[in-house]
């Protein structure tokens, strides 16, 4: 990769030395600032470089460009976006579904890591390969499986006619949908660090007479409160931003089905930029706030292992 | 979203041993978690992703061959195929170097960047999709310096490929930077005091050792982008039978209320993207032991 260069190696000196006897092995002079194992340093600047400019030109010009193109006609514009009576309900919604998406998984991902983290059982590995099957699914196909359950031609859609219940082009398509695709996160997130630290606490607290749930309140989520949040963190902006599988169940009815990410699906083919890119904007800001909170909850990780390192 | 955020970090240390122990555990709760955890898992993916196959399994074999053999959805299934594997071998390349960059070098924000990495997974498809495609349209900040060159990105094969190259950056650097950062300097010493080039180093040193990772990363990001679906259908403009890709020729069919057709699609990417899992768990496999090995 870095094939030694006249012009990093500095001339030898001309006074004659014992080490220039042509019978002794020539030994590679290094740069005294640069490690043995390391590139020279015009090389590294041009790999750094060609990565900033790559990761420039792929994550953060699309990135100035949501905000640029929101703020085109001014502030007044982009706050004015927020007033449209259709924005301010795909917002509402997308926080009603993300509000009972995340509980349930978050239950579900706390529930299933016990069980695979804390005890030996058959079909351990084809469980928790089953758990990630949500992952390996295209969204579109998330959204189809639902409909062709509770769709007018669907499995239950002659039963759920009859009882007037709407659940596909309605909310609870939706919630399913996001369920499914988020299904897996605060598990996956959950199992690698409960299995890593073992059971011996939790069979401590109980041997020391401490209940299940005590066991669980006291000894297990605090050590895993970290991950646990982290996991809701994801599940969470993964929730409000689903595109591909909603926007099969909902049908894009205005005001009614619509979250926000299908409004501004929406308002961008209406050619309504500055809108569109202005509901982008709080998605954009979710997004950084995510990837702030994954950072934060890092450190937090890091120093809690040090810790108990320390101990 | 997370699958390599997740795993591929901790797996590496995790999992002890084989510590098997047959006396019935002190730790209760295994009847309750473990049977909420089947019911929810069961409710929520087998019995829903079965319908699929169900629904599918009345199609006849003749109904079958002539959905699947229909013109334009073969070449959709041409055009996800090359795009997807495009963008996984540019990832493969350029997510190589930016975990190489993070792990070896020190620059000022390094730290940033490094979480700047996720973002194709935190930001939402369609708010990528809108954004590549007003930077990259012929009135784009890139695309308006394209444009006179002759390159056109937006509506094309090339802006398809595109979206799935952002799509999938992820993948590969958080697969290969777990590994990087594990390498043994030591060996790399040795080798350099054994008059070896840093060129000899990288191909017959490094390079083997992250070469399974990068595979898994690479794989993972076509099996991204094979259903990847929010963030193209911008930057692609869905022109038929050009830049229509395979979920949205789903999407299609289900707009015209063709359920077996739709169905039948899925159907062929679901068995796809289920074999691509079990390859990229092998793959994962392999990497686990050729790391344990070293």
Known sequence: MSAPTPTNIPPAPQAPRPSDDPSRPKLRRLDTKQAATSEPRWFQRVLIGVALLYLFLLLFVPLITVFASALEKGVAAYLHSFSDPDTLFSIRLTLLIAAIAVPLNLTFGVAASWAIAKFEFWGKNLLTTLIDLPFAVSPVVSGLIYVLLFGKQGWMGPLLDRHDIKIIFAVPGIVLATIFITFPMVARELIPLMEEQGKEEEEAARTLGASGWQTFWHVTLPNIKWGLLYGVILTNARAMGEFGAVSVVSGHIRGMTTTLPLQVEILYNEYNYVQAFSAASLLCFLALLTLAAKAVVEKRVERSANATVLK | ?294
């Open chain 2, 1 to 294: 979203m997370s699958e390599v955020l997740t795993t591929a970090r901790p797996e590496a240390k995790a999992r002890p041993a084989g510590k098997k122990k047959k006396h019935p555990s002190v730790i209760p709760g295994f009847g309750l978690t473990m049977g909420f955890t089947v019911l929810y898992l069961s409710l929520v993916v087998l019995i829903p992703l079965s319908a699929i196959f169900v629904k599918a399994s009345h199609l006849t074999w003749p109904e079958l061959v002539n959905i699947l053999t229909d013109k334009q959805v073969l070449l959709a299934f041409r055009l996800s195929f090359l795009t997807a594997a495009a963008a996984a071998l540019v990832n493969g390349v350029f997510g190589l170097l930016v975990a190489w960059v993070l792990v070896r070098y020190k620059f000022p924000g390094r730290g940033f960047l490094d979480s700047m990495v996720d973002l194709p997974f935190a930001l939402p498809t369609a708010v990528a999709g809108i954004a590549l495609c007003a930077v990259y349209a012929e009135t784009g900040w890139i695309g308006a310096i394209l444009e006179p060159l002759g390159i056109k990105v937006a509506y094309t094969s090339l802006g398809v490929t595109l979206a799935l190259i952002f799509i999938g950056l992820p993948f590969v650097v958080r697969t290969v930077q777990p590994v990087l950062e594990d390498l043994d300097k030591e060996v790399e010493e040795a080798a350099t005091s054994l008059g070896a080039s840093r060129l000899q180093i990288f191909t017959k040193l490094i390079l083997p050792a992250v070469a399974p990772s990068l595979f898994t990363g690479v794989s993972l990001a076509f099996a991204r982008a094979l259903g990847e679906y929010g963030s193209v259908i911008f930057i692609s403009g869905n022109l038929p039978m050009k830049t229509e890709i395979v979920p949205l020729i789903i999407v299609s069919k289900l707009e015209q209320y063709d359920y077996a057709g739709a169905t039948a699609v899925a159907c062929i990417m679901l068995v796809l993207s289920f074999s691509l899992l079990l390859g990229i768990n092998l793959l994962q496999k392999w990497a686990g032991g050729a790391s344990r090995a070293r």
